[in-house]
């Protein structure tokens, strides 16, 4: 079992920067693809960003590309997103999540077999 928790989130205003943890418990992470979504209220929950289990595989959402970088350090158990640019259509709780299937990237949460309990991001205009 691995448990994800995430940190720092928070209230910033649009154009700001964050910088987003998932730390990871148990052996098993660097062999973990990771990944992020993010839900905002009354949406479905979406694709944010990806890593592969070595960082040598990663993928965007098209709506991220540019402005968000997915990074890890598995010496730490640890994932981060960088956040730059932020806009009020980034608020949302922000889900970091592992796949056991570490080789190739997910865009799909049902490629996902653990998750954290999230991280509010709210973006003032």
């Known amino acids: 079992q691995v448990q994800l928790v995430e940190s720092g989130g928070g209230l910033v205003q649009a154009g700001g920067s964050l910088r987003l943890s998932c730390t990871a418990s148990?052996?098993?992470?660097?062999?973990?693809?990771m990944g992020w979504f993010r839900q905002a209220p009354g949406k479905e929950r979406e694709f944010v960003a990806a890593?592969?289990?070595?960082?040598?595989?990663?993928k965007y959402a098209d709506s991220v590309k540019g402005r968000f970088t997915i990074s890890r350090d598995n010496a730490k158990n640890t994932q981060y997103l960088q956040i730059n640019s932020l806009k009020p259509e980034d608020t949302a709780v922000y889900y970091c999540a592992a796949r056991r299937l570490g080789l190739w990237v997910g865009v799909s949460p049902n490629e996902y077999d653990y998750w954290g309990q999230g991280t509010q991001v709210t973006v003032s205009s």
């Open positions: 148990g052996r098993t992470f660097s062999s973990y693809a």
């Open positions: 890593i592969n289990w070595d960082g040598a595989r990663t």
